[in-house]
Nanobody
Framework: QVQLVDSGGGLVQAGGSLRLSCAASGRTSSIYRMGWFRQAPGKEREFVAQISWSGGRTNYADSVKGRYTISRENAKNTVNLQMNRLNAADTAVYYC??????????WGQGTQVTVSS
């Protein structure tokens, strides 16, 4: 089992920045990738970014490319999401996720990000 605790959300003005963090514990040796997803009110949960645990390869949704940066700190079993130039469309609950060979099987509790215009 892997446990995830995500944090760092809050209220920010449009154009501002926030940094989310996700701390993993438990069987972290089984993690192949970690990612961030978000869910806005009335919408489906959507992919935001992911990073491979060993090689550090990254992928981003088109909507955040160039504004968000995902990074990992393997020694701390932590993944961060730096979010810049935030806008109202970025308002959502953000979830950290950890995956093994296929898909994502572990999820954090979510952290609210609210961008005021």
């Amino acid at each position: 089992q892997v446990q995830l605790v995500d944090s760092g959300g809050g209220l920010v003005q449009a154009g501002g920045s926030l940094r989310l963090s996700c701390a993993a514990s438990g069987r972290t040796s089984s993690i192949y990738r970690m990612g961030w997803f978000r869910q806005a009110p009335g919408k489906e949960r959507e992919f935001v970014a992911q990073i491979s645990w060993s090689g550090g390869r990254t992928n981003y949704a088109d909507s955040v490319k160039g504004r968000y940066t995902i990074s990992r700190e393997n020694a701390k079993n932590t993944v961060n999401l730096q979010m810049n130039r935030l806008n109202a469309a970025d308002t959502a609950v953000y979830y950290c996720a950890a995956g093994q060979a296929v898909g994502y099987g572990y999820w954090g509790q979510g952290t609210q990000v609210t961008v005021s215009s």
